[in-house]
Structure formats: C-alpha cells, structure tokens
C-alpha cells in the first residue's frame, strides 16, 4: 500500500526552545524546556504505528522533532522535547491564526499589521507537519500525512464553529495580543473579511494553542485565539494519498 506526504494544515502550533538572552540568528541553539505528558490523538484510521513530528522555524524548512508510537485507537502520551533550533526574535507572524484554510472552504489568507509582544526579543517555532508509518508497512511506504483535525459545532442560528489545538514552543514567557482584520480568498477568486482577536499568553516552553472560529452563513468570520491550560487536546486526521491520475 502507497501513502502520501503532505504537510500540516496549519494555522498550527508552534515549537522552540528556551533562552535566558536576547535576540539570536535563526537556526541558534539554545537550552530548553521538555514537557511530559503530552496527549492527542490520531483520529483515522485508528490503528499502532508511529508518527513524526516536524517543526518550523520560520525559514520555511521542516526538520524531525520527535517519533513516538500511538496505541490501536490512535491516542498518544509522551515527553515533547525542546526543538534543537529556534527561529529569531520578533518573528510573531510564525503562529497560525487561521489553521487548516481548506477545510474552511478557503485556499489562501492576507492579515496585514501585526500584534503587539510584551518581549520582542521572543523565539517561536510551531509543529504544523506530521506523518503517519502504520504498524507492518512495508519500509517502502511512503508516510501518511496528517493533518490538524478542527473539531465542529453548532451554534445557534445556523452559525458553524470550528475548534483547532496546535503545538507551539516559545523560549520565555511572553504575550501577543492584537485584533487581525483579513481577507480570505477561495480558489474561485472570490473573497470573504474575517476578525481574528489574538491572546496569546504564552509560557516559556510548550504551549497549546486554541484557535475557535465562527461563521455565520456569508456574514464576515470571526475567530478567537488563545493558550490552553493544559498540553491535551491536538487532534489529527489521516490525509488518504490521491488516486492515481
């Protein structure tokens, strides 16, 4: 059986390591934090195999953070280690506001301005790529994407609320706070505004993000993002390779 590799949806989050200086280059070390007990889970198909993560530092260039096994059901437990490089300070703009565009309905997003940081020395990096090898491939096998899966609701008036959790590393303590107006457009050409109001209040090693968007039929889209209590709660989906052409 063949498997196709794709990237991470993302808005997500989000991986870097700890720093007691200022500003660095991008790909510096620094010392780290690890954090233990990170739970998620793999939605479909429910099966033991291993997964890797990767993260980005805001060069455009995924690297292998961590590999670890998922149970039959696809849930995981394990120890998330600091990422060995960091991107440099100030780049804000590396966590996701808009996680998995596409299943939104949209293919790209424009958010002009910027938030405001109480460090802007701060280095981030986001987990926003993942891949699936079940239990008995075959060491051919290409891996299985995955993919941030958004967890739906109902609101009321036939509004649709959309709910991601993201991984996200920061190397000290530090908020971003701001309100993004953008513009997303679809592959149709035609566009939609959306209000993103962002709190970040981000602990020094790793967070989770929790980004919650709402539409209501072809009014404007609002979202809300902030940092989760805990380390619990990301979610992926299996991404089935294409059918030959």
Request: with cysteine.
């Amino acid at each position: 059986m063949k498997f196709s590799r794709l990237l991470l949806c993302s808005l997500l989050l989000w991986g870097l390591t700890a720093c007691g200086g200022g500003g660095s280059q991008t790909g510096n070390t620094a010392a780290g934090v690890a954090s233990s007990g990170v739970e998620g889970a793999v939605l479909y198909p429910p099966s033991t195999g291993t997964v890797t993560f990767e993260f980005d530092v805001g060069d455009q260039q995924l690297r292998p953070l961590v590999h670890f096994p998922v149970d039959q059901r696809g849930l995981y437990t394990i120890t998330l280690p600091a990422p060995p490089q960091l991107s440099a300070g100030g780049q804000v703009g590396l966590l996701p506001l808009l996680p998995a565009l596409d299943l939104l309905g949209f293919s790209r997003s424009q958010c002009p301005g910027g938030l405001k940081s109480s460090d802007p020395a701060a280095r981030f990096a986001v987990v926003n790529s993942a891949y699936f090898v079940p239990t008995g491939a075959t060491t051919a096998a290409t891996p299985a994407t995955l993919r941030l899966a958004g967890q739906a609701m109902a609101g009321q008036n036939a509004q649709t609320i959309n709910l991601w959790h993201q991984y996200a590393y920061a190397d000290r303590a530090v908020s971003l706070s701001g309100t993004q107006d953008c513009t997303l457009s679809r592959s149709d050409g035609s566009s939609q505004n959306a209000q993103i109001d962002v709190n970040y209040q981000l602990r020094q090693g790793w967070n989770v993000l929790s980004i919650q968007t709402v539409q209501d039929g072809t009014g404007p889209l609002t979202g809300r993002a902030t940092v989760a209590s805990g380390l619990g709660g990301v979610q992926w989906r299996y991404v089935p390779p294409s059918p030959p052409s």
